[in-house]
């Protein structure tokens, strides 16, 4: 059975920085194209991240681009996102998401999510 738990959420302040972890079991993730998603409240969810399966290679929503990074650590199956320069529309609960393929658009497993808070 695949799972995936993220962890780091928290509340924080605008311009601190959060990384968040996305460990994986039933799932071998070097193997897998993973994303990071976020949705806030009324809104829709939108990828934040991500990561390819093939070559490792990155990408990044507009919004984010420049203040948030994705990798993945083979060795403990897992994924981080770090986020630098919060801002408090980034408020959101995020969920990382893992696919077996990078030719695939649909992300078969999720996480439960972390809350991300950022106050002005």
């Known amino acids: 059975q695949v799972q995936l738990v993220e962890s780091g959420g928290g509340l924080v302040q605008a311009g601190d920085s959060l990384r968040l972890s996305c460990a994986a079991s039933?799932?071998?993730?070097?193997?897998?194209?993973m994303g990071w998603f976020r949705q806030a409240p009324g809104k829709e969810r939108e990828r934040v991240a991500a990561i390819t399966y093939n070559f490792g290679l990155t990408s990044y929503a507009d919004s984010v681009k420049g203040r948030f990074a994705i990798s993945r650590d083979n060795a403990k199956n897992t994924v981080y996102l770090q986020m630098n320069s919060l801002k408090p529309e980034d408020t959101a609960v995020y969920y990382c998401?893992?696919?077996?393929?990078?030719?695939?658009?649909?992300?078969?497993?999720w996480g439960q999510g972390t809350q991300v808070t950022v106050s002005s």
């Open positions: 039933g799932l071998t993730l070097s193997r897998s194209a």
């Open positions: 998401a893992a696919k077996n393929s990078d030719y695939v658009q649909t992300y078969a497993y």
